[in-house]
């Protein structure tokens, strides 16, 4: 299972990025997927979750701001992120849960600027 992380950037507060997770080695329709991010020097915090059965899950931090989707055809959980604050800045991982491991994307940088 590999999972590569796209999408961030630099961006000023008020804008919008959208953040991919393209999967390989398993189909995201049949495991859940999260987003979790990394600020520096901070914990890494769970963002969002996207289900298999296509429930979704989001931080009480991101809620109405954040929203998790997912192209089939691609197999590919996306993250878009609106209203962005520079406190959303750091590094988005996205993980997918199979047979109970825990697979990590490499990460991607999201920069907010003030």
């Known amino acids: 299972v590999q999972l590569q992380a796209s999408g961030g950037g630099l961006v000023q507060a008020g804008g919008s990025l959208r953040l991919s997770c393209a999967a390989s080695?398993?189909?995201?329709?049949?495991?859940?997927v999260a987003w979790h991010r990394q600020a520096p020097g901070a914990q890494r915090e769970w963002v969002a979750t996207?289900?298999?059965?296509?429930?979704?899950g989001y931080a009480d931090s991101v809620k109405g701001r954040f929203a998790v989707s997912r192209d089939n055809a691609a197999n590919t959980v996306y993250l878009q992120m609106d209203s962005l604050q520079p406190e959303d800045s750091g590094v988005y991982y996205c993980?997918?849960?199979?047979?109970?491991?825990?697979?990590w994307g490499q990460g991607t940088q999201v920069t907010v600027s003030s």
């Open positions: 996207l289900a298999a059965g296509g429930a979704h």
């Open positions: 993980t997918l849960m199979r047979r109970n491991v825990c697979y």
């Open positions: 080695g398993t189909l995201v329709t049949t495991n859940g």
